[in-house]
């Protein structure tokens, strides 16, 4: 179970080796959106997104031995390079189980940060059925990218910094747009901010067609996305919110906002401009819901994290064409 | 005459207004240069460069009549954007000189921070009549772009917060490479760590065919450019070094390093890609200068001062091609 306990005691164990990401504001973005814009960018984490919080987290708290023998994670983006990153810097073996059609960037960067990519075939092949013999044979202890507990504490590290730097700044009240995938990041945040900035209200922004926490918000129950995949923001796309993060979520957030693929892009451009960031789609979409959904949003001040960069060029390109 | 108490003296000012800069790494930048690099991202100051510094110590260094009066500034870049932007905050008018053919944004943007801009032909019209005039007709101060010891002092503010945060990173020797116009920033950097770190050594950086400072180095009087435009490095093209900032260059700095502007183009996508900050080509030549002209550096660790990220999407669509 996360808690605000367990998110500071993340905080500790992240302290010196997690970036301290600062807030940025541009006056153009303010006009842009008719209110006050705070960015916090992610995109500066190690590894490019906040996922290496989690990362850190999950390997700081294991015992030496556990994890002396490694670890495992299926991913083929952030997390996988979050997590390849951090055991590296613990001295910590770790196998990243990857689909054989990802892009070679991304399959580069984590052995470059020091994995075992292990890549699979979709068609034909089942992910949890290496994972799980591979887990066996090497002993080695899987971290999963949302749905647990260390994990979500971690990400909350981001709340704790945006409660401070907030309070800097002298803003008490106002709404904090997190990108939503699993929900690790928006749970984490939530709890971190109900405790130490509970004028803050966390909300979650998704892609259109993969807006399962907007839609289970409001039914009450965890609802589940038609496509697995399809849309430029790759990074937040999951099939629905976890078991762990959902009831958190429920308790705390706000109203979801839904963007389009295109505001993404429109938003990608914006920050390229006015704040000098590079943001991946998935992290740009919060920023959109800030510029383009301001009709659903009562706040003066928008906190938005903008969660990470690891985007190709021939995507940011088409970003840069929508100016 | 710029000092050590003069810088700090301005960062009492500037605290608070002035953004902190983080200090950026990445394994893959370390691999790519065969040394420990670590990026000042001066690009995620207020309006996209360290200029803004410079401009905030000026103005809040006057007394409240000179400053309601106003101040004029010669610029069609970063320091007009800059004197703009700190003026407006601090309740001033401002006047900017700009030639007719600077680029729209540019124009576009220093109105938008709050400056008058006056605009001037290049070939029939002598800018500093229009200026001399202006600033006499209405009592407004000039605000140089470098050789003015209360701009060095702001721009030196840098070199302390980089004192600070590589003593915190256990960094105690190494070179510092500037990007370095007419020397403004490269001076009061130089200051501050010889005050705060003096094993730090800072190094000017400049394109081929601008490299002023460099020859001056070496020949120990101050030498011109043939040229003053055609680069796309326009944010640091300047004549010569200034009457005020050789001296010090001359004191404290190591030899320059010059780039070409393929080597600042390819600078700028591995900023893109590894750091996720946006740079402009002027703002890459430190970069450059560490990423692919490490035969001319001795130290173990090197600083990078990134300047800056006012660039136009397809100067930067162009460095995304050199991937």
Redesign the interface.
């Known amino acids: 179970m996360t808690s605000l306990a367990l998110i500071e005691a993340a905080a500790k164990r992240l302290a010196g080796h997690t ?4 807030l ?1 504001t541009s ?2 973005l303010d ?1 842009l959106a008719g209110r006050r814009i705070v960015v916090k ?1 992610e ?2 984490q190690h590894t ?1 997104s906040f996922k290496f919080r989690g990362a850190w987290s999950a390997l700081s708290a294991m015992d030496e031995a556990t994890r002396k023998r490694g670890v495992i994670a299926f991913s083929s983006g952030n997390h996988a390079q979050g997590i390849a ?1 951090a055991a590296t810097l613990h001295g910590a073996p770790s196998v990243i189980i990857m689909p054989s059609d990802a892009p070679r960037l991304k399959i580069n ?1 984590t052995r ?2 020091g994995a075992e990519v292990v890549l699979y075939d979709r068609a034909s092949e089942d992910r949890d059925e290496i994972g799980e013999r591979l887990a066996r044979e090497r002993n080695l202890t899987l971290v999963k990218p949302f749905d647990e507990p260390l994990v979500i504490a971690g990400q909350g590290t981001t709340g704790l910094e945006i409660a401070e730097q907030a309070r800097d700044m002298g803003i008490e009240q106002g709404d904090v747009l997190v990108n939503c995938g699993g929900g690790g990041l928006t749970a984490g945040i939530a709890l971190a901010l109900e405790g130490h900035a509970p004028g803050l209200r966390p909300r979650p922004c998704e892609p259109q067609g993969f807006d399962d926490t907007t839609r289970s918000l409001i039914s009450g129950q965890i609802e589940r996305n038609d496509k697995t995949a399809g849309s430029i923001c790759d990074a937040i796309l999951t099939p629905s919110p976890g078991q762990k993060t959902f009831p958190i979520l429920q308790r705390l957030c706000g109203p979801g906002i839904v963007v389009t693929e295109d505001e993404a892009l429109r938003a990608m ?1 914006q920050a ?2 006015r ?5 991946e789609p998935g992290g740009a979409v919060s920023l959109a819901a800030a510029l383009y959904h301001g009709d659903q949003i009562d706040a003066d001040t928008v906190i938005v994290v903008a969660t990470g ?1 690891n985007v190709d ?1 021939d995507i ?2 088409k970003a ?2 929508t ?1």
């Open positions: 970036r301290r990401t600062p940025l006056p153009f006009d960018p995109c500066l490019g990153h960067n470059a940060l451009a390229f401009l704040l000098k960031i590079v943001l960069g060029a940011f390109a840069l064409e100016l």
